[in-house]
């Protein structure tokens, strides 16, 4: 697909991933979670190994009961933690609070594509495996969310990691989007930053285009191979509406 005027080959219904597609989050999760590993009794990471692992165990336990908790509970055994998973995910989201409330922001570009794409009448829906509490925290108390591109305003959907039993790669997530809103996948358009959600919109058969994010760097050649399209950042997929 050819990305200039890629909004006439796209259907009525867009959708968007959240972190590291609408909003510069994914540095503040390695953030995070270089915070908890420091906790845990373990060394300074590089951010990039740190995240990696992070995206390769969430993608070993996507099928668990909880993929978050089997992270934070295969953390406290590379650490020698005495805690278990879900403590550990406890603490997780407690450190995180602060980064969520008033450090998270959209990305450049992203108010104003949420707001170009809602005046032309497009169905705009969130699909993201971040948890419907973080969620929540966007939409109610994130004043820069709130003040640009509030998301209850724009987004007729929002299905989050407790909408789905397997996490991305895995398609489930866009399958039941597409059965509860009685779309077809030709009738979507999906925006992500990840391969992981690249992976995930190409096995629901949804067009996908790839926001470039460089917390997915170590991986922008497969995501460049698999995506319909990339763009530089959501003020280049206006450019090119």
């Not at 990471?45 to 995240?51: A, G, K, V, W």
């Not at 998270?104 to 971040?130: H, Q, R």
């Not at 109610?140 to 998301?151: G, M």
Request: glycine letters at 6%; charged letters at 35%; one cysteine or more.
């Amino acid at each position: 697909m050819n990305k200039k005027g890629w909004l006439s080959q796209a259907g009525d219904t867009i959708i968007f991933d959240m972190d590291g597609t609408l909003i510069d989050s994914v540095g503040v999760w390695n953030d995070v979670d270089a915070a908890l590993i420091k906790e845990l009794g373990g060394p300074e990471e590089d951010p990039s190994f740190t995240q990696r692992r992070r995206d390769e165990l969430l993608t070993r336990f996507r099928a668990d009961d909880d993929p978050y908790v089997s992270y934070c509970g295969e953390l406290g055994k590379i650490y020698h933690s005495d805690k278990s998973g879900r403590d550990i995910m406890k603490r997780r989201y407690e450190i995180a609070q602060d980064f969520l409330v008033n450090r998270v922001d959209y990305k450049e570009g992203a108010p104003e594509l949420i707001k170009k794409l809602a005046s032309l009448g497009k169905t705009l829906v969130i699909s993201t495996t971040t948890k419907r509490a973080n969620m929540e925290v966007y939409r109610t108390k994130n004043r820069n969310i709130r003040e640009k591109a509030p998301v209850d305003k724009y987004f007729v959907k929002i299905y989050t990691r407790e909408d789905a039993e397997r996490i991305k790669p895995d398609p489930q997530i866009h399958e039941k989007l597409l059965a509860e809103m009685g779309k077809k996948p030709e009738d979507c358009f999906i925006f992500e930053d990840s391969l992981i959600g690249v992976r995930a919109a190409k096995a629901a058969g949804i067009p996908v285009a790839a926001i470039y994010d460089k917390y997915s760097d170590a991986e922008r050649e497969e995501i460049n191979a698999l995506a319909d399209m990339t763009f530089d950042s959501s003020a280049d997929v206006l450019k090119n509406m």
